[in-house]
């Protein structure tokens, strides 16, 4: 398929506009850190899944799932200025 001149530019702007995000906040551009995060108000254990598996983000909230309706208490925290993961466990890769 052609791209005209028109779309090259469309696409060439949206390239340049996510290397500005990263530069501006280039843990954007980085793979989270998995950890096991727990939330400093109410101790509940935050795992990252479903869409936030995929979501890169600094900043979790203490929320529903997957512990059932009502069982976070909504704080919103960031641990480090890095983007985590909170995971069950964290899996180090094997040393070679
Ligand atoms: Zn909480
Ligand atoms: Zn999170």
Do not use: Y
Request: aromatic share 4%; hydrophobic share 35%.
């Amino acid at each position: 398929m052609m791209r005209s001149a028109a779309d090259e530019l469309r696409a060439q702007r949206v390239r340049i506009a996510e290397l500005e995000a990263i530069i501006a906040e280039p843990w954007r551009g980085r793979a989270p850190v998995d950890l096991v995060l727990h939330c400093p108000n109410c101790g509940k254990q935050h795992l990252d899944i479903g869409e936030f598996e995929r979501r890169v983000h600094r900043k979790h909230l203490c929320e529903d799932t997957p512990g059932g309706p009502g069982t976070g208490c909504g704080h919103l925290w960031k641990p480090f200025e890095h983007a985590t993961r909170g995971v069950l466990e964290v899996i180090l890769p094997e040393e070679s």
